[in-house]
């Protein structure tokens, strides 16, 4: 059974405006936000937020104050084609992630169709050959890529069909992207964690944030080691293999000798992983190491203890993969990468470092 998406007063509107649009309801001018909130029955605060999502999506077009709204009569079916979007996953749990649904459910708003090739990037080793072969055979019009490696960006980006980067390292490549801005949320977790006089701190990260390089927000976290005068080295960022294996045995050698006072842990799937970990080996979260993780996850409400973590809101996200997807349809090449605010949110799971 999947899971229940309940829209806001304003998703509600801007689907059905969207719909109408499309339909040719109106032409040439969009009616006004007071006739519109009078005729519809809902609040002229919701009328004007809808109105606003429909510019940024391109159908209505802002002429300036008291002037009103143009349809954009391109943008809404005249010149636009329903598209079949490929949606390449990191691995397959991710068609599951809340934003996740949200696009599909959008974009088969939008009259797009979404199809997912038979296998995620993560049950091909990455291998930017192998994956490339099963983009080709799928044929999408354009594909959504979901935390893809620098590699496969680059292949995307020099390729003939539209492509569009959900997190992944983007930056400077030609290739519209998307996705929270860490660096600041991670450097100041790293600032509270040595405020509490942790200085053996260890970031784990998967090793496409790592390799050939730092991530963005991996060097913000070894810079304020740095800057704190902590000489940052592979125990601040560790290497290990992308497996089950791999991720477990860099914890046992990291607290083998000289264990860490605190963890940064990339991604909640081995937040709960480190969680199980330390507590096979009987270590005590706060008192012997504290925890952060650099993303938020629905199971984080049912703990008893608050966990630390690095909070984005994801309806940015989805309202910016739309709209790339709709300006595509267009025949608009939109390779702008934009980011959303993250915040760095202390827990019960974060204490003073131990002696």
């Known amino acids: 059974m999947g899971r ?3 829209h806001s007063a304003t998703e509600q509107l801007v689907t059905y405006l969207r719909g ?4 040719g309801a109106w032409r040439g001018q969009m009616p006004g936000g007071d006739r519109l909130a009078a005729e519809l029955g809902v609040g002229r605060d919701t009328v004007e937020s809808a109105l606003r999502r429909l510019e940024e999506e391109g159908l209505l077009v802002n002429q300036g104050r008291r002037r009103g709204r143009r349809i954009d009569p391109a943008a809404c079916g005249g010149g636009a084609r329903k598209l079949s979007v490929g949606l390449l996953l990191d691995e397959p749990a991710n068609r599951k992630l809340d934003y996740m649904l949200e696009v599909a459910h959008e974009l088969a708003q939008a009259g797009h169709g979404v199809v997912v090739p038979p296998r995620a ?5 990455h291998d930017v050959g192998r994956i490339a072969a099963m983009v080709e055979k799928t044929g999408a019009d354009a594909w959504l890529v979901l935390s893809g490696p620098r590699e496969l960006l680059e292949w995307f980006s020099a390729g003939p069909v539209p492509a569009f980067a959900v997190f992944g390292r983007r ?3 030609p290739i519209g992207g998307v996705g929270p801005d860490k660096p600041l949320a991670l450097a100041k977790a790293a600032r509270h964690l040595i405020g509490l006089g942790h200085r053996r701190i260890s970031l784990l990260v998967r090793p496409r944030r790592r390799l050939p390089g730092p991530g963005a927000s991996e060097r913000a976290f070894l810079n304020e080691l740095a800057t704190a005068g902590i000489t940052p080295g592979s125990y601040h960022l560790p290497d290990w293999e992308e497996s089950v294996e791999g991720f477990h045995g860099c914890l046992e050698s990291l607290f083998k000798v000289t264990p860490p006072t605190a963890l940064i ?3 909640a799937p081995f937040f709960v992983s480190a969680l199980q970990f330390l507590g096979r080996q009987g270590v005590r979260v706060p008192e012997e190491v504290s925890l952060v993780c650099t993303d938020a996850d629905p199971c984080f409400a049912w703990c ?3 966990v630390a973590h690095i909070r984005w809101d994801s309806r940015p996200v989805v309202k910016r993969i739309v709209t790339w ?6 025949g608009v090449k939109d390779r702008r990468q934009t980011l959303t605010p993250s915040e760095f949110i202390t827990g019960a799971t974060i204490g003073p470092a131990r002696e």
């Open 325 to 330: 997807v709709n300006a595509v349809s267009r």
């Open 265 to 267: 842990i990339d991604e």
């Open 304 to 306: 008893r203890s608050s």
């Open 4 to 6: 229940l998406i309940i």
């Open 171 to 173: 930056r400077d490549l």
């Open 121 to 125: 990037m993560g049950e091909l080793g």
């Open 20 to 23: 109408e649009l499309m339909a």
